[in-house]
Nanobody
Framework: EVQLVESGGGLVQAGGSLRLSCAASGFTFDDNAIGWFRQASGKEREGVTC????????YYADSVKGRFTISSDNAKNTVYLQMNSLEPEDTAVYYCAVTNGECGSSWLARLWALWGQGTQVTVSS
């Protein structure tokens, strides 16, 4: 079965860190772009970051630059999101998604073909 599975969410105090994982099964990340998105309660989904498996190029939303880092382990077919200096505003369900090709500067407008089930991140103040 082709799917993405996120893990690593939880409850953390402001200023703390979490690392999310996105594991692919039934396919590989080769020649794909992998993105992290989040949706807070009552708000629209927003893009967080994207990584291109072909060259490792990355893009970040302004709200997380300098605090979040996306990385990939092709051998494990897993993408990670290291989140540091977490703020209450980071509280959301975090999803990973995949699409063909590279992220590109317009990664937020891409059509993302496959989504994971999401993992909850809660940051307490």
């Amino acid at each position: 079965e082709v799917q993405l599975v996120e893990s690593g969410g939880g409850l953390v105090q402001a200023g703390g860190s979490l690392r999310l994982s996105c594991a692919a099964s039934g396919f590989t990340f080769d020649d794909n772009a992998i993105g992290w998105f989040r949706q807070a309660s009552g708000k629209e989904r927003e893009g967080v970051t994207c990584i291109s498996s072909s060259d490792g190029s990355t893009y970040y939303a302004d709200s997380v630059k300098g605090r979040f880092t996306i990385s990939s382990d092709n051998a494990k077919n897993t993408v990670y999101l290291q989140m540091n200096s977490l703020e209450p505003e980071d509280t959301a369900v975090y999803y990973c998604a995949v699409t063909n090709g590279e992220c590109g500067s317009s990664w937020l407008a891409r059509l993302w073909a496959l989504w994971g089930q999401g993992t909850q991140v809660t940051v307490s103040s």
